[in-house]
C-alpha cells in the first residue's frame, strides 16, 4: 500500500493529466472553466486544508455551494482513484 502522501500526489498527478485534458476542448474563458479549476484545485489540498476552504466557501457563499464544491471534490478524487487502480492493474 502506498504511503498516504505519495497516494496524495499521485491522485494530484492524474487530476492535472485529466485537467489538462479537458483544457484542450474547454472554454478556458468561462465561468463553467473556472469553476472546475477551482474544484481541482480543492481536491489537490490535504484534508485538513480542504475542510478548512470549504468552510470559508460556505461562510463566503453559502452552505449550498460549500456543499456542492465538495461533492464535486469528492468525486473528482474518487474519479482519480478509480484511474490510478485500472492503470497499476
Do not use: Y
Request: aromatic share 6%; with cysteine; charged share 30%.
Amino acid at each position: 500500500m502506498l504511503l498516504p502522501d505519495r497516494l496524495n500526489q499521485r491522485i494530484a498527478e492524474a487530476i492535472k493529466l485529466q485537467i489538462d485534458h479537458e483544457r484542450d476542448r474547454a472554454d478556458t474563458t468561462s465561468v463553467v472553466w473556472r469553476e472546475r479549476c477551482e474544484v481541482v484545485r480543492v481536491v489537490m489540498f490535504s484534508d485538513t486544508e480542504r475542510s478548512v476552504f470549504i468552510s470559508h466557501i460556505s461562510q463566503r457563499r453559502g452552505s449550498a455551494a460549500a456543499r456542492a464544491m465538495q461533492s464535486q471534490a469528492e468525486t473528482l478524487r474518487t474519479d482519480a482513484i478509480f484511474f490510478l487502480a485500472r492503470k497499476t492493474s
